[in-house]
């Protein structure tokens, strides 16, 4: 079965810094892969895919098949980036969440 | 546009009680997910729907989850004889496929229904 690992459940990054939210994924296909963002007090919502190849609100992805990993980055973190971030992936019918990391920007 | 709603928002049963939970995809969305939420988990996946076909139904727990779509918009979500195990947040997802019903295209998600079992 496929399986999706957010490493960290917890990040702090000042303001201004550069933040890495780790994903790895375990299938030997091509998945679809997702990440996905819960801002306080609002429902989960697309942030960006893989297939894109699109930068949302300063963020990128980037596939890595060699290393199985889909880490989210973006060079100079924002307050208003403090969320719940899931990483996903899809194959046939089926998507498959992390357990998600809770960033906090530190003003 | 209206999002996707859940009713209700929130759900105490007590063990054993039957719950139905409702979902109201954007309209004209063909596909239609329904995922549980544990307290400190990602969600995970449920089932699925194409319209009014349930296309994969491998995430039920149990044969007590049942869900429904007759009509291929509205869906319920039934848990019977609930257990305290199925305390979780229950969210709902549909997209409209963009091109030759590929599934994975943006999900748009309702706000879920918290289920507490006592």
């Known amino acids: 079965a496929q399986r999706v690992t957010q490493p960290e459940k917890l990040l702090s990054v000042f303001k201004g810094a550069p933040v890495e939210l780790k994903c790895n994924y375990s299938?030997?296909?091509?998945?679809?892969l997702f990440w996905y963002v819960q801002y306080s007090r609002q429902r989960l919502q697309l942030l960006l895919r893989?297939?894109s190849r699109e930068s949302i609100k300063g963020f990128t992805a980037d596939l890595n098949k060699g290393e199985t990993s889909f880490h989210l980055k973006k060079p100079f973190a924002q307050e208003e980036d403090s969320a719940m971030y899931y990483c996903?992936?899809?194959?046939?019918?089926?998507?498959?969440f992390g357990t998600g990391t809770s960033l906090t920007v530190i003003p | 546009g209206a999002g996707v709603s859940q009713s209700p928002r929130y759900k105490v049963a007590k063990r054993g009680q039957d719950v139905a939970l409702r979902c109201d995809p954007i309209?004209?969305?063909?596909?239609l997910f329904w995922y549980q939420q544990a307290l400190g988990q990602g969600p995970e996946f449920l089932t699925y729907f194409q319209n009014e076909a349930q296309l994969d139904k491998s995430g039920l727990p149990s044969d007590r989850f049942f869900a429904e779509r007759p009509e291929g918009s509205v869906s319920t979500l039934k848990i019977q004889r609930t257990q305290q195990e199925d305390s979780a947040v229950y969210l709902c997802?549909?997209?409209?496929?963009?091109?030759?019903?590929?599934?994975?295209?943006?999900?748009?998600f309702g706000p879920g229904t918290r289920l507490t079992v006592l």
């Open positions: 996903a992936s899809n194959t046939g019918n089926q998507f498959y």
């Open positions: 893989h297939i």
């Open positions: 299938y030997s296909g091509s998945p679809e």
């Open positions: 309209s004209g969305h063909v596909s």
């Open positions: 997802a549909s997209s409209y496929p963009r091109t030759g019903g590929a599934v994975a295209d943006t999900q748009y």
